[in-house]
């Protein structure tokens, strides 16, 4: 399989050395169960008034994880593609909790519990990696969100790392931007617990067991300035100038 396309992560298991502090199991389970109840009662609103409820409903659910969402940066205009480290199903959370965005996300998020259907709802643009054909219907149909207006959340990276490692952008998305017009802002996501990574064998389901055992986590969310591609610039030089723009910062855990 082309690895540009279906890319693989260095990081596994083994990048979360556990052990730091935990509240107890049954504070970490009510924290589940107010997850599932902001989730029943917050998807009906969602379906009915999209976005506003949509950041509402991700908000809530990172609050009641215990998660503290920290916003730094310029506020991207609407129209622009926020291009992201990836380190977690949270990452999706945030990208709608700060931004009226539609998100790119792969196939498989579909079907998740709780993240999939807060995805759905929100419009995100599914991506079925195992069709590469598809990759320009994608492309077309991010350019056409950004040239009505609408801001798009993509994962160029194409899977997640831990956050002290990182892959390359991907740079296909890119030009989506490129035929659009459309201003490209680099956006950092930040943890300050290798406990938030979603690597590995990891599933939801033990993800979220393990987030809500965190006694205190931060997820810091850091935008730059918007890059202005040219009409007709290279999209994978493109590519590189976003990560470049991110620094040091976006591939570390925050302190």
Same mark, same amino acid.
């Given at each position: 399989? *082309? =690895?540009?396309?279906?890319?693989?992560? @260095?990081?596994?298991?083994?990048?979360?050395?556990? &052990? &730091?502090?935990?509240? $107890?199991? &049954?504070?970490?389970?009510?924290?589940?169960?107010?997850?599932? =109840?902001?989730?029943?009662?917050?998807?009906?609103?969602?379906?009915? /008034?999209?976005?506003?409820?949509?950041?509402?409903?991700?908000?809530? /659910?990172?609050?009641?994880?215990?998660?503290?969402?920290?916003?730094? !940066?310029?506020?991207?205009?609407?129209?622009?593609?926020?291009?992201? *480290?990836?380190?977690?199903?949270?990452?999706? /959370?945030?990208?709608?909790?700060?931004?009226?965005?539609?998100?790119?996300?792969?196939?498989?998020?579909?079907?998740?519990?709780?993240?999939?259907?807060?995805?759905?709802?929100?419009?995100?643009?599914?991506?079925?990696?195992?069709?590469?054909?598809?990759?320009?219907?994608?492309?077309?149909? @991010?350019?056409?969100?950004?040239?009505?207006?609408?801001?798009?959340?993509?994962?160029?990276?194409? =899977?997640?790392?831990?956050?002290?490692?990182?892959?390359?952008?991907?740079?296909? /998305?890119?030009?989506?931007?490129?035929?659009?017009?459309?201003?490209? @802002?680099?956006?950092?996501?930040?943890?300050?617990?290798?406990?938030?990574?979603?690597? &590995?064998?990891?599933?939801?389901? $033990?993800?979220?067991?393990?987030?809500?055992?965190?006694?205190?986590?931060?997820?810091?969310?850091? =935008?730059?300035?918007?890059?202005?591609?040219?009409?007709?610039?290279?999209?994978?030089?493109?590519?590189?100038?976003?990560?470049?723009?991110? !620094?040091?910062?976006?591939?570390?855990?925050?302190?």
């Amino acid at each position: 399989m *082309n =690895t540009l396309w279906h890319p693989a992560s @260095v990081c596994d298991d083994r990048c979360r050395p556990g &052990g &730091g502090p935990h509240v $107890a199991a &049954g504070r970490a389970g009510l924290r589940l169960a107010g997850l599932f =109840t902001v989730l029943l009662l917050g998807l009906p609103p969602v379906a009915l /008034l999209r976005g506003a409820a949509a950041r509402t409903l991700c908000r809530a /659910l990172l609050a009641v994880l215990g998660v503290r969402l920290v916003l730094r !940066g310029p506020a991207p205009r609407p129209g622009s593609l926020l291009v992201a *480290n990836h380190v977690s199903w949270m990452d999706i /959370l945030a990208l709608v909790a700060v931004s009226p965005v539609r998100l790119v996300a792969k196939h498989d998020v579909r079907a998740w519990p709780a993240v999939g259907v807060t995805a759905r709802r929100s419009g995100t643009i599914f991506i079925d990696r195992s069709r590469p054909r598809d990759l320009p219907v994608a492309v077309g149909e @991010v350019a056409g969100a950004l040239r009505a207006g609408r801001s798009v959340a993509a994962f160029p990276e194409g =899977t997640t790392f831990c956050g002290a490692e990182h892959g390359r952008f991907r740079p296909a /998305l890119f030009q989506a931007a490129i035929d659009a017009g459309a201003p490209v @802002v680099p956006t950092s996501i930040m943890y300050d617990s290798a406990e938030a990574a979603f690597i &590995g064998d990891d599933t939801l389901l $033990a993800s979220l067991v393990r987030v809500a055992r965190v006694r205190r986590l931060t997820l810091t969310v850091i =935008t730059a300035p918007a890059l202005r591609p040219a009409p007709g610039a290279d999209r994978r030089a493109l590519a590189r100038a976003a990560e470049r723009s991110m !620094g040091g910062h976006g591939y570390r855990l925050a302190a």
